[in-house]
């Protein structure tokens, strides 16, 4: 089992930038790859960014590419996601989740990640 908290979102003007963090607690989440996903108002959940287990792998969502960054410490059990030249459209709550995985894949496909925070609130002002 994974426990995940996720912090560092907040209210930012557009072009700002944040850094989100995901924390975890539990067995072995260095062996696990972990996603960033985002959902709006009135939206279904995306894909934001993976990272598999080592952190030589990612993937970001083409809508971030050049802006967002994911990487992890996994001597802190920290996965973060820096947010850069934020947009408007960028507003969500910010989710992160885990699956234990020994690919070099980072998944991002959301329903293959059966764990979890409760997210964190970016809004972006115009």
């Known amino acids: 089992q994974v426990q995940l908290v996720e912090s560092g979102g907040g209210l930012v003007q557009a072009g700002g930038s944040l850094r989100l963090s995901c924390a975890a607690s539990?067995?072995?989440?260095?062996?696990?790859?972990v996603g960033w996903f985002r959902q709006a108002p009135g939206k279904e959940r995306e894909f934001v960014a993976a990272?598999?287990?080592?952190?030589?792998?990612?993937n970001h969502a083409d809508s971030v590419k050049g802006r967002f960054t994911i990487s992890r410490d996994n001597a802190k059990n920290t996965v973060y996601l820096q947010v850069n030249s934020l947009k408007p459209e960028d507003t969500a709550v910010y989710y992160c989740?885990?699956?234990?995985?020994?690919?070099?894949?980072?998944?991002?496909?959301?329903?293959?990640?059966?764990?979890w925070g409760r997210g964190t609130q970016v809004t972006v002002s115009s």
């Open positions: 989740a885990a699956k234990y995985s020994s690919s070099s894949y980072a998944t991002t496909t959301e329903n293959e990640y059966p764990y």
């Open positions: 539990g067995r072995s989440f260095s062996s696990c790859a």
């Open positions: 990272i598999n287990w080592s952190g030589r792998n990612t």
